[in-house]
């Protein structure tokens, strides 16, 4: 059996780690990815030829083409949640199964939000950038979270534990989710619109699919209060890019903090970036040690399955896995 762990150096250092690849090595043999470079598809053909298992970053694509030129593999086991970048269709068509990793980063991208919301509310970073070159900072008025509105779109894991922090500083919490069901009657369920318009920080924490594609665009900036913040720690996709733009050189919304964008591997676009109203960070809001391990221990655990023959917790395309030996 051999497993092909698509890293790059770097990044299985950081995404990876030693522990869960002791764990791996120790079902199979495991070829490691030695090139600096993301593979491409016609790298990763050649790279997992006489593979059984693949255990992929989130930069490695599993375009169609891969699997029917892959006849020996098995499953396609993604170390991340999003695995949009993978033909799953083309992957059941063969037989091969492909996996995602759970939200373990769940606390760490919360914690994240919670710093965004205090350096926008009392300009850290700001001060700290202007006595780094040396001028003195502004002293400005701060803001106080507790008393304020905070709009949460998207109430999945990471919003409901942002909601449960919020409110424990005095926050009231806004959610706007069409597929939600919200049981705490302290939270209020409305719609986008609403949301955009009362909240005075606008957390963006939707799932990325087709229908939310662009959907934070010139409507809602519109929509929400000159003093309000925007944050975005769910996927650049979500967000017309040039819509937030305008707003924040306009001065129609106060300021954005985003770790996500359009850039490569999700990060925030380095035009949008450098705003002097905008903080941004390189796409770190799962990039703590328990949250990196929560997932690169869970491939481990599915590869454990897999080559047992059992389904694995994490499978999305269970009932077409027929290469299981």
């Known amino acids: 059996m051999k497993i092909l762990l698509t890293h790059p150096p770097q990044a299985r250092a950081q995404y990876y780690g030693e522990r869960s690849l002791n764990g791996l090595q120790a079902l199979a043999r495991v070829v490691l990815h030695e090139s600096n470079d993301a593979l491409d598809a016609n790298g990763l053909i050649e790279a997992a030829r006489d593979v059984d298992l693949i255990v992929a ?5 599993g375009r169609g083409e891969i699997f029917a030129r892959l006849p020996k593999l098995r499953a396609f086991v993604r170390c991340a949640v999003d695995i949009r970048n993978i033909d799953v269709d083309a992957a059941s068509a063969v037989g091969v ?3 995602r990793a ?4 769940v606390a760490s991208v919360t914690e994240l939000a919670l710093g965004y919301l205090v350096d926008l509310s009392r300009g850290i970073s700001r001060a700290t950038a202007d006595y780094h070159s040396g001028r003195n900072p502004e ?3 701060g803001r106080q979270l507790a008393g304020s509105r905070l709009g949460i779109i998207g109430y999945g894991n990471i919003g409901r534990h942002l909601a449960a922090v919020a409110q424990s500083l005095g926050m009231t919490v806004l959610a706007a989710d069409p597929l939600a069901t919200i049981d705490d009657s302290s939270i209020e369920h409305v719609s986008l619109d609403d949301l955009l318009g009362r909240a005075d920080y606008v957390v963006c924490l939707a799932v990325a699919n087709d229908d939310t594609e662009n959907l934070i665009g010139h409507a809602a900036f519109s929509r929400m209060q000159p003093h309000a913040f925007f944050i975005n720690l769910s996927r650049g996709n979500l967000v017309d890019e040039t819509a937030l733009a305008s707003a924040l050189r306009d001065n129609r919304i106060a300021g954005a903090a985003i770790d996500v964008g359009r850039a490569r591997d999700q990060m925030p676009t380095p035009e949008l970036a450098k705003l002097p109203n905008v903080i941004a960070t390189p796409h770190i809001g799962g990039l703590t040690p328990p949250a990196i391990e929560s997932q690169s221990l869970e491939t481990v655990r599915q590869i454990e399955a897999i080559i047992n023959g059992t389904i694995p917790v994490g499978a999305v ?5 027929t290469r299981r030996s």
């Open 57 to 61: 970053d989130r930069l490695t694509e």
């Open 97 to 99: 199964l492909v996996t």
């Open 102 to 105: 759970g939200p373990g980063f």
């Open 139 to 141: 002293i400005a008025m």
């Open 317 to 321: 395309n269970a009932g077409h896995w």
